[in-house]
């Protein structure tokens, strides 16, 4: 099957939902105008990332009129959006949606909350609690918000879930910037990103579409830098770092095919194997 595929690149207003919401459906109008099928927008785009002690005033729910507004707007294009999901105890998660044919399709729960650094995430919000791929009209997909990415049990999973299209919606602060002999500035997070999405990609012969958001968020800034990689793990498409870019790419998903032929491993790989030495590893470690 062939598709558009697009990354909106953005940068989210902290905490201001109205005006992302005017940011998002300014994207989905471009998106359509170029014949895009898919739009995948950064991790909590709907509400920007620091959010801390204002999570519950961002908070959305499937009640709430924007969440019926997002839907609406996946009638005529499948969209990707994060947000600040709030349960129905009031539970409130890192949360990204699948929304597809006016509806909500799927939504993933950021299970791995970084607590470190200049991350606070614990401290405001729920991990999630499971990991599943789900069909979608281009096929079976799985989503990975972020750091959930940086733990490749996940994309394992998801894998052997049946995923084809690994989305994974970011908002990665630059860290490690470094000037080169040429002027001009590197970044180790980039480099890092880049070996963990052309990991995923080839390893499990799957397309990677990494959506990364730019802008400024209390004195930290976001540095973009969206892929579309193939199941080979190369580059088919990326955005630029630092600026907001709609990234559009043609996807042919012939190529998951053509790549599980020319390297089955996928096909060889023993579940079996893997659950009974995970379970002799846990096992070995409660009796620590």
Request: proline letters at 4%; aromatic letters at 10%; charged letters at 25%.
């Amino acid at each position: 099957m062939k598709f558009k595929v697009g990354l909106a690149q953005i940068g989210p207003t902290l905490g201001n939902l109205e005006a992302n919401e005017k940011i998002i459906r300014g994207e989905v109008k471009k998106a359509l105008k170029r014949g895009v099928d898919l739009l995948v927008f950064p991790e909590l785009s709907v509400t920007g990332y620091f959010l801390k002690d204002i999570v519950p005033e961002a908070a959305i729910r499937k009640s709430t009129p924007l969440f019926k507004e997002i839907a609406a707007m996946s009638e005529e294009i499948s969209i990707v959006v994060g947000y600040i999901e709030e349960s129905s105890r009031h539970g409130f998660y890192n949360t990204a949606g699948y929304f597809e044919g006016g509806k909500l399709l799927h939504q993933h729960r950021k299970l791995y909350l970084p607590t470190y650094g200049l991350f606070d995430e614990g401290r405001y919000v729920g991990a999630g609690k499971r990991v599943r791929a789900f069909d979608t009209r281009f096929g079976r997909a799985a989503m990975l918000i972020c750091e959930d990415a940086w733990h490749p049990g996940l994309a394992y999973v998801a894998s052997q879930d049946g995923a084809d299209l690994l989305i994974i919606p970011s908002s990665s602060p630059a860290r490690g910037v470094k000037k080169q002999n040429d002027g001009k500035s590197s970044l180790a997070i980039e480099r890092q990103w880049n070996s963990l999405t052309r990991a995923h990609a080839a390893a499990f012969s799957q397309f990677v579409f990494f959506c990364n958001r730019v802008g400024y968020e209390d004195g930290i800034s976001f540095w973009g830098g969206s892929e579309v990689i193939l199941p080979t793990g190369e580059t088919l498409a990326s955005a630029p770092r630092w600026k907001a870019k709609l990234l559009i790419a043609d996807v042919d998903t012939a190529d998951v095919r053509r790549s599980r032929i020319a390297t089955p491993t996928l096909r060889d790989e023993d579940l079996h194997l893997t659950l009974r030495e995970l379970r002799r590893i846990q096992a070995d470690r409660s009796e620590d």
